[in-house]
């Protein structure tokens, strides 16, 4: 198979810094380029996702935020309540808390 050189221009910073990863992945530069390159074809087109975020960092955490809810409700037992149930149990924990403070004449 007939080889050719192909020149890419990137500034020396980038050029260092991806040296490095891939010298700590046990690749070269040129082998990790040729990589991608290899997979780009195999693929039929940029082997990567392209995308724009659609959230910023604040829809972020709260996605995660509701994740990690969601996790705990399942833990708990109580993912399936319905908004009813969870006023009630609200309802009676506030009830229990009145009625603790009143016995104790705070």
């Known amino acids: 198979m007939a080889t050719s050189v192909m020149q890419v221009r990137v500034d020396n910073e980038l050029r260092t810094q991806a040296t490095a990863v891939y010298e700590e992945l046990g690749i070269d530069l040129p082998t990790a380029i040729r990589m991608f390159l290899k997979r780009s074809v195999a693929v039929n087109g940029v082997?990567?996702?392209?995308?724009?975020?659609?959230?910023?960092?604040?829809a972020e955490r709260a996605i995660r935020a509701m994740q990690s809810l969601s996790e705990a409700a399942q833990q708990n037992d109580t993912s399936d309540m319905t908004l009813d149930e969870i006023n009630a149990e609200i309802a009676a924990s506030r009830a229990t808390r009145a009625a603790r403070t009143v016995q104790n004449g705070v």
């Open 47 to 58: 082997p990567f996702s392209m995308t724009l975020p659609r959230q910023d960092y604040n």
